[in-house]
Nanobody, 119 residues
Framework: QLQPVESGGGLVQPGGSLTLSCTDPGTSLGIYDIDWYQQNPKGPRDLVATITSTGGIDVQPYRNGRFRVSRDNAKNTIFLHMNDLKPEDTAVYYC?????????????WGFGTQVTVSS
């Protein structure tokens, strides 16, 4: 059963860094495309970055240069590296695993991890 789990959130001061992780103890995520989303209490889930199963990367322009996404298939983990964090980055961050195989879509959200940027 596909069920990704995020970790690594916490409280950080403005200008600080955090690395979030997304893994799944029961499923190999290596064949999945992974999206990172953020959601603050006032809005919808916004796409932050994507890394495909083949290593293709897309980071949304607002965060480009501050956020980076990577994956380590040997560790079955996808990372969101966040630098120079700003108060407006405060949100719950979710990973979303997805793949399309023979017309069948497999996808699942993680439970989220809270990131708070505050002095």
């Amino acid at each position: 059963q596909l069920q990704p789990v995020e970790s690594g959130g916490g409280l950080v001061q403005p200008g600080g860094s955090l690395t979030l992780s997304c893994t799944d103890p029961g499923t190999s995520l290596g064949i999945y495309d992974i999206d990172w989303y953020q959601q603050n209490p006032k809005g919808p889930r916004d796409l932050v970055a994507t890394i495909t199963s083949t290593g293709g990367i897309d980071v949304q322009p607002y965060r480009n240069g501050r956020f980076r996404v990577s994956r380590d298939n040997a560790k079955n983990t996808i990372f969101l590296h966040m630098n120079d964090l700003k108060p407006e980055d405060t949100a719950v961050y979710y990973c979303f695993a997805r793949r399309l195989t023979r017309g069948v879509r497999y996808e699942s959200w993680g439970f989220g991890t809270q990131v708070t940027v505050s002095s």
